[in-house]
């Protein structure tokens, strides 16, 4: 039976999953399904798009960044509607969603940090990254203020993202006014009183999940020193069979172990120490504030895994930044894995606490699967989701409301201020004008009213002179 109308799909999440998501459909082939191809509308919560790449890459690593490039491409376009500053669950609910269109994928990533139980996790000196990472690169809903009055802080994990952390805390704030840093994060760089940075990771070296670029990375930044304890080196059988078997492991160990055998000049004056084979077990409080970290020395097993040795050691720190993991938040309306932290789905099909597929409702990326893989993943993911959607799409339960226009008049009666790929043009162009005079490429524009009203006026002036 064919609709003489476009499938109508909602993308909700307009980072790379999504985008990647929207785009896949786009040129999927839907002549088999009833639909005359599909009309797409990627839905996003906060008033600019590009999910983590902008919200979640370290404003020093512009070549990530240069993501945002090809995700613009996709957007730029036209055939893919995006509607930013419209939040799921508040001003459309999964009913709302599922009135409006066939079919609704969800793209929404993994933004909280992952729960660690340890004493002292809940002192106020102890930070979760993602909310330190979500500071530093001038997410609309978090503070425009952190406190960095300690001098000698730890970061938890051995990940990319407890390198960004360490980076940043260590860096010299003039060395980041190149990047597209807001005023507001700079100033509070610039007064920070860090002076060291202890990284501490339960496995060895051969276990660390630092890319090695990454980690190379950390031994150029200036006026900082990388100190190694060759005491924390220790191999097993695991640890060389994981080091024979990825090129990637190699290089990481290779990295460490130059810094184990090279001594700081001792003129820098920040450092970053990396420690292996200690697992965290106490954050220490003194009068309700963090005074300390206790770790237990761990020693590998044989497999690659570690045990306490009951060598417990106390690093006297003042703040303590916890990098183990990213989370997944449940939306509402929409079963979810409470212990995975993910949406229920099989291959991206959503599924009932029964085990049995929503009909029309998908999941890609990181709510789909968890907080692991590169880019890569997320277009695999992507690709699989859009393909049980396209096999399902001729047995969906028809929109009953499917005009594009119809969803924005729900939003508007609301009173939502729904944003377009316009408005984040002008958006854009405004924060590469305030980077000009400074050299820089942008200057971020971090209060989401900010966002919202100056597009809104240059977007209005631009019509008044049309007419």
């Known amino acids: 039976m064919s609709t003489q109308r476009p499938l109508r799909v909602a993308v909700v999440g307009a980072g790379p999953a999504g985008i990647y998501a929207s785009d896949i459909l786009s040129k999927a082939d839907l002549s088999a ?130 390198l960004d952390v360490a980076r940043m805390l260590a860096k010299h704030a003039d060395d980041l006014l190149p990047t597209e840093i807001p005023d507001n994060v700079y100033e509070g760089l610039k007064a920070s009183k860090v002076t060291d940075v202890h990284v501490f990771a339960r496995r060895g070296p051969a276990q660390a999940k630092f890319s090695p670029l990454e980690l190379r990375e950390l031994g150029h930044v200036p006026d900082v020193d990388v100190l190694v304890d060759p005491e924390d080196f220790e191999f097993d059988e695991g640890s060389m069979a994981a080091i024979d078997k990825s090129n990637q492991t190699k290089q990481v160990v290779k990295t460490l172990t130059d810094w184990t055998l090279k001594e700081g000049d001792g003129t820098a004056s920040r ?29 590998l097993t044989g497999d690659g895994t570690v045990e306490g040795t009951g060598d417990v050691r106390t690093w006297d720190v003042q ?40 009909g029309g409702v998908y999941c890609t990326g990181w709510i789909k699967r968890g907080p692991v893989g590169l880019i890569g993943h997320t277009k695999s993911d992507a690709s699989e989701t ?24 729900a939003l508007t009666a609301k009173g939502v201020e ?3 790929w316009n408005d984040w043009e002008v958006l854009d162009a405004y924060e590469r004008a305030l980077g000009q005079p400074h050299g820089r490429e942008r200057v971020k524009v971090v209060p989401r009213e900010d966002m919202i009203r100056y597009s809104r ?11």
């Open 33 to 162: 399904t009833g639909f005359d191809g599909v009309s797409i509308d990627l839905i996003e919560r906060l008033p600019a798009p590009f999910g983590l790449v902008r919200y979640g890459v370290a404003p020093d690593h512009p070549r990530i960044k240069q993501i945002v490039v090809a995700l613009e491409k996709v957007l730029g376009r036209g055939d893919i509607r995006l509607l930013t500053n419209v939040d799921f669950g508040t001003d459309l609910t999964l009913e709302d969603v599922r009135r409006h269109y066939d079919a609704v994928v969800f793209s929404t990533g993994a933004i909280e940090d992952a729960p660690m139980a340890i004493p002292g996790v809940d002192l106020p000196e102890s930070y979760g990254a993602a909310d330190f990472v979500s500071w530093y690169d001038g997410h609309p809903d978090y503070p425009r203020e952190w406190p960095l009055q300690a001098s000698t802080v730890a970061v938890l994990g051995a990940g990319n993202v407890a």
């Open 271 to 299: 450092r970053i120490h990396l420690h292996f084979l200690h697992a965290p077990v106490e954050i220490v409080g003194t009068d309700g504030h963090v005074s300390a970290l206790r770790t237990e020395r761990t020693r």
């Open 319 to 358: 703040a303590v930044y916890r990098a183990v993991g990213y989370f997944g938040s449940p939306l509402p309306g929409v079963p979810f894995d409470e212990l995975k932290g993910v949406i229920s789905n099989h291959e991206g099909r959503v599924l009932s606490p029964e085990g049995e597929h929503l």
């Open 386 to 409: 859009v393909r049980h959607l396209v096999a399902d799409a001729a047995g969906l339960e028809r929109a009953a409301e499917p005009d594009p226009q119809a969803v924005l008049d």
């Open 418 to 420: 729904v944003l377009t």
């Open 457 to 467: 006026e240059v977007l209005a002036e631009a019509a008044a002179r049309e007419a």
